[in-house]
């Protein structure tokens, strides 16, 4: 609201220019084929000289005056609405289409069926924007058998080996003689991982919707994080006006020239013809 009062006040003077024109046009009865005299106006045609017999002025020293499109009035009012109600609103959504982001932070917990001490806890922050292009997800993993760190993997360390994986369930306390255990939890959360780690050239959501459902021993607990969508407010509304502005500055200025009485010397004898 208060950016359309700006715009309307910035198209008063072009407003009232364009209106006292008008005004001095159709008292004068001056067009582009009626030119009349540029100091008091009077109408060219059946002159014996071309000395004005109004003023006394000699035309063919000071010019004469036509007049501009009377419909050009209509234009600048439609300049103006067009900018308020269409540039605006249209800018705004364009550019905020083009600068669109979204962002997530997710946090999701997972429990074993068949090792009831085991805690797994997997942390995804998702980006993605229109432009720059941006499709990122990165994702730690954390995997505690009691209160002993079995894993801890970041989206920029490298994916543990399966015996890797063993030998850190086997030093947090998991029985040696668990071996079945062990490994179908290894095969699981090393394709878990794999999963997070194509992400970011592939589907980001599909290791995150795969996780909540049972993924052999794994169960889904709970989740938490949050997700927000928006475009950068310090930048589009600023661009917005800006567009608005200079398209109605074009707009207007075009009109205002367009709505301008004109000015030109005479034609040899424009001044004896008798109008028609």
Not at 118 to 137: D, E, G, H, M, T
Not at 156 to 163: T, Y
Request: glycine share 8%; hydrophobic share 45%; with cysteine.
């Amino acid at each position: 609201m208060a950016i359309a009062l700006v715009i309307l006040l910035l198209a008063v003077p072009v407003v009232v220019q364009v209106a006292w024109e008008v005004r001095t046009v159709r008292r004068a009865g001056m067009s582009d084929a009626t030119p009349v005299c540029a100091n008091c106006h009077y109408p060219l045609g059946g002159w014996s000289s071309p000395r004005c017999p109004e003023c006394g002025k000699d035309i063919q020293a000071i010019g004469v005056r036509t007049g501009p499109r009377i419909q050009q009035v209509g234009l600048g009012v439609l300049v103006v609405l067009s900018s308020i109600f269409v540039i605006g609103p249209v800018s705004w959504n364009g550019i905020g289409w083009v600068l669109d982001k979204k962002e997530s932070e997710t946090e999701m917990f997972f429990s074993s069926e068949s090792l009831s001490a085991l805690r797994v806890r997997v942390v995804s922050a998702y980006q993605w924007s229109r432009f720059p292009p941006k499709n990122n997800l990165q994702t730690s993993v954390e995997v505690k058998y009691v209160n002993n760190a079995v894993l801890t993997f970041g989206h920029d360390e490298p994916i543990p080996e399966k015996a890797q994986l063993r030998h850190a369930f086997i030093n947090a306390g998991v029985a040696k003689s668990n071996t079945e255990v062990v490994h179908e939890h290894v095969e699981i959360l090393a394709s878990i991982l794999r999963d997070f780690r194509t992400a970011e050239s592939g589907n980001p959501y599909q290791p995150l919707v795969r996780l909540q459902s049972p993924i052999g021993p794994f169960m889904y607990m709970h989740r938490g994080g949050y997700w927000s969508t928006h475009m950068p407010s310090e930048i589009a509304p600023f661009l917005a006006i800006a567009i608005v502005f200079v398209a109605m500055y074009l707009g207007l200025r075009e009109v205002r020239r367009r709505s301008q009485c004109g000015w030109r010397m005479p034609l040899v004898g424009e001044w004896a013809k008798q109008k028609e």
